[in-house]
């Protein structure tokens, strides 16, 4: 914080405010005397120093007079300047008296914000704020589905960036998709821009297997953070064989349940030889998943197997195969804890649960509801522990409605992601005084 000496009231932001309206940005009455003399300053605080457009900020702060004069009474007044909007200064509001804390309106662009207590103005505290990215599932083809390899079976997909601006035009976005070998490590596989807040990729697959897509915004214009999208899991297989068809009893499957595969074997006339293999992209290439069986009279098939992680499987018999088709298993995930119904601005709430199977360092997501147009973010992630529990804690900061949340275990190259319920918790202004401790914030990669 950096201090400033006494001047007339408003004297040091003069230049600055004289952009808004001067009614709007008039100094409180009643107090016109300046601080105490002596070297004051006024300090301030924001709770995020990222957030998601649409979100609020919660500001603090308070006068310091090395005389130890008493300035509680003191009003306290909060400005904002905000990237791309006009006017370009605003009042957040007045308290009372100080130390104080205030909650902003909806934040959409990167944003500066200081207090004028009686004429002392406190430096300054930068917000970044990041678009809400939404990616959309492509048409007739919900999160979780089935896509096929090949160039006649590519697919489009489309998504928004919010709020719109023409600011934002030509912002490079990346449909990113995870890597097969490892957890939250994301490598681009098509390139596309931001136009009047959208973008779209028509995208082909060539191989089978686990796709868990996002796309990445980099900061561009009045958005000083990336913008990162809801993640999108499909399973990627391949187009059938009319010889030898290769089908499942259901796609995705919880961990832990039984699948069972079938088809047919054309132009047989009696019971034929098949054999299912697997491949769990773990290096060792496709091996028998259960012992050989055979086809009835006409050619059909099944097989039932555990299902204990996302493999791609394949039926042969003789010199013939089936497509290779990918059948994903989701988590398992219990809640045992969510926030409490009422919140005030500053207090931490914490939710745990276990997922199932417990893989160790796994991450966990805590998400947020978007405020444009539904879907949620990341807004925290932690980690599960070697039993499969997890413990996320979080800062709320101010909201005059209701504030929703939801868990998420993201997809990877193992597992399926899997959702919480979502739950809801209503979230109000904190009395005048200092905020509590943020707990840690760990956004994705």
């Not at 001067?22 to 301030?44: E, F, Q, W």
């Not at 561009?220 to 999208?229: E, H």
């Not at 009696?270 to 028998?288: D, E, I, K």
Request: proline fraction near 9%; charge should be positive.
């Amino acid at each position: 914080m950096r201090s400033i000496r006494l001047v007339p009231a408003l004297a040091a932001t003069a230049s600055l405010l004289a952009l808004a309206p001067a009614g709007a940005l008039a100094r409180p009455a009643g107090h016109k005397n300046a601080l105490p003399s002596g070297n004051c300053r006024v300090s301030i605080s924001v709770l995020e120093p990222v957030i998601t457009a649409g979100e609020t900020v919660s500001i603090t702060g308070r006068p310091h007079c090395p005389n130890g004069a008493t300035t509680a009474a003191l009003p306290a007044t909060v400005y904002q300047h905000e990237a791309n909007a006009s006017p370009a200064v605003k009042l957040v509001g007045s308290a009372s008296s100080a130390p104080f804390a205030l909650t902003s309106a909806p934040v959409s662009f990167d944003s500066t914000f200081y207090a004028v207590i009686n004429g002392v103005r406190s430096g300054t505290r930068k917000v970044r704020v990041a678009p809400q990215v939404i990616l959309n599932a492509p048409t007739g083809f919900p999160d979780g589905a089935q896509l096929l390899t090949g160039h006649h079976n590519e697919v489009r997909f489309t998504g928004t960036v919010n709020p719109a601006t023409a600011a934002d035009n030509g912002a490079v976005a990346y449909l990113e998709r995870e890597e097969a070998t490892s957890n939250e490590e994301w490598h681009r596989i098509q390139v596309g821009s931001v136009k009047e807040g959208a973008f779209s990729f028509l995208h082909t697959f060539a191989v089978p297997g686990a796709a868990n897509l996002r796309v990445l915004v980099r900061p561009r214009g009045p958005f000083g953070a990336r913008g990162i999208s809801n993640a999108l899991s499909y399973e990627i297989s391949q187009p059938q064989n009319p010889k030898l068809t290769i089908l499942s009893s259901a796609d995705p499957v919880p961990y832990g349940q039984s699948v069972t595969f079938s088809g047919v074997v054309a132009g047989v006339t009696a019971p034929t030889t098949v054999t299912l293999l697997g491949n769990t992209h773990s290096g060792t290439g496709f091996t028998a998943m259960a012992p050989a069986g055979k086809t009835d009279s006409s050619g059909k098939y099944s097989f039932t197997v555990p299902a204990v992680q996302n493999t791609s499987y394949q039926v042969t018999t003789g010199t013939v195969k089936s497509a290779v088709l990918f059948e994903g298993v989701k988590n398992v995930l219990s809640m045992t804890s969510v926030p409490p119904a009422t919140m005030l601005s500053g207090q931490t709430f914490t939710v745990s649960g276990l997922v199932t199977p417990a893989r160790a360092t796994h991450r966990v997501y805590l998400e947020r509801e978007n405020a444009f147009h539904g879907g949620f973010h990341a807004v925290t992630v932690g980690n599960e522990l070697a039993n499969g529990v997890f413990s996320i804690s979080y800062t709320v900061g101010g909201s005059t409605k209701p504030e929703t949340y939801r868990i998420k275990v993201p997809g990877d190259p193992v597992l399926q992601a899997v959702s919480s319920a979502p739950f809801t918790t209503q979230v109000s202004p904190a009395p005048t005084g200092p905020l509590l401790p943020v707990a840690p914030v760990t956004l994705p990669h």
